[in-house]
C-alpha cells in the first residue's frame, strides 16, 4: 500500500520479502561484505592473511582478496549470508513491515553483515 491507500504495482513490500525471499537476504549480506571490508579498511583498519593490517587508501586492493580468502578458507561467508538473512527476516517481522519498501529490507540485509565485518577488523590477526 502506498501513502493514499491504494496497493502499489510493481516491487513488493517488505513484509512479503522477508518470509520467502531470505535468500536474497542472505546474498545482499554476502555481496555487501566487499564494500563494508574496503570502508573499514579505508577508515580504520584490515587484516590481510599472513600480511598483518592494512589501512587507509592502500588497504583498497588488498580487502578484497582478504575477504574472499576469510570468506572461503574460514566459513566467512556462511556468516554473513546467516546475518544479512537474519536481518532481513527480523526486519520484515517489525511492525508496520508490510508497507515498507524492498530497498528498506536489502539495506536492513547490508546492516546485518556490518557486524561481521567490524569484528573482523578489530579481532582478527
Known amino acids: 500500500m502506498n501513502r493514499r491507500g491504494a496497493r502499489s504495482l510493481g516491487a513488493p513490500s517488505c ?10 537476504g542472505a546474498a ?6 566487499y564494500p563494508l571490508a ?3 579498511g579505508v577508515v580504520f583498519r584490515f587484516p590481510y592473511p599472513l600480511g598483518g593490517y592494512v589501512s587507509g587508501l592502500e588497504a583498497l586492493p588488498l580487502t578484497a582478496a582478504a575477504v574472499t580468502f576469510y570468506g572461503l578458507v574460514f566459513g566467512g561467508f556462511g556468516v554473513q549470508a546467516l546475518a ?3 536481518a532481513l527476516w527480523v526486519y520484515g517481522r517489525w ?8 530497498r ?3 539495506l ?5 553483515a556490518a557486524p561481521g565485518v ?3 577488523s578489530l579481532f582478527a590477526v
Open 104 to 106: 528498506l529490507c536489502m
Open 108 to 112: 536492513a540485509s547490508v546492516a546485518g
Open 84 to 86: 544479512g538473512a537474519a
Open 15 to 24: 513484509g512479503q520479502w522477508s518470509t520467502d525471499k531470505l535468500w536474497i
Open 118 to 120: 567490524a569484528l573482523m
Open 28 to 33: 545482499v549480506g554476502v555481496v555487501a561484505t
Open 95 to 102: 511492525p508496520g513491515a508490510q508497507g515498507r519498501d524492498y
Open 38 to 40: 574496503a570502508l573499514c
